[in-house]
Nanobody
Framework: QVQLVESGGGSVQAGGSLRLSCAAS????????MGWFRQAPGKEREGVAG???????RYADSVKGRFTISKDNAKNTLYLQMNSLKPEDTAMYYC???????????????????????WGQGTQVTVSS
């Protein structure tokens, strides 16, 4: 059974940093594509960062240059390093996973919630001004 468990959320002031973690179990971790999504109150869940391989990653325009996604296959853990946080980054953050399609397919569907069958329970990030 696939399980994803996020941690690392919290409250920080604008300009601060947080590192989110997503511990994965129940599948062949290295063969899965993963992503970070977030959902603010009253808004749709949106994709933030996705990772296809160590050299193939994608970021939403709103976080480019500030967030970094990475994964440690030995630890079965996905990370999201978030720097220069802004109040608009406040949201519940979720990690998601599924088996990797070919690169072109994944690139076109990175931000689709339907691209991922497995989701964590979320971790709250609150950024104050």
């Amino acid at each position: 059974q696939v399980q994803l468990v996020e941690s690392g959320g919290g409250s920080v002031q604008a300009g601060g940093s947080l590192r989110l973690s997503c511990a994965a179990s129940g599948y062949t971790y290295s063969r899965y594509c993963m992503g970070w999504f977030r959902q603010a109150p009253g808004k749709e869940r949106e994709g933030v960062a996705g990772i296809y391989s160590d050299t193939r990653v994608r970021y939403a325009d709103s976080v480019k240059g500030r967030f970094t996604i990475s994964k440690d296959n030995a630890k079965n853990t996905l990370y999201l390093q978030m720097n220069s946080l802004k109040p608009e980054d406040t949201a519940m953050y979720y990690c998601a996973a599924d088996s990797c399609p070919d690169w072109t397919t994944w690139y076109g569907a990175t931000w689709w919630r339907s691209s991922y069958n497995y989701w964590g329970q979320g971790t709250q990030v609150t950024v104050s001004s």
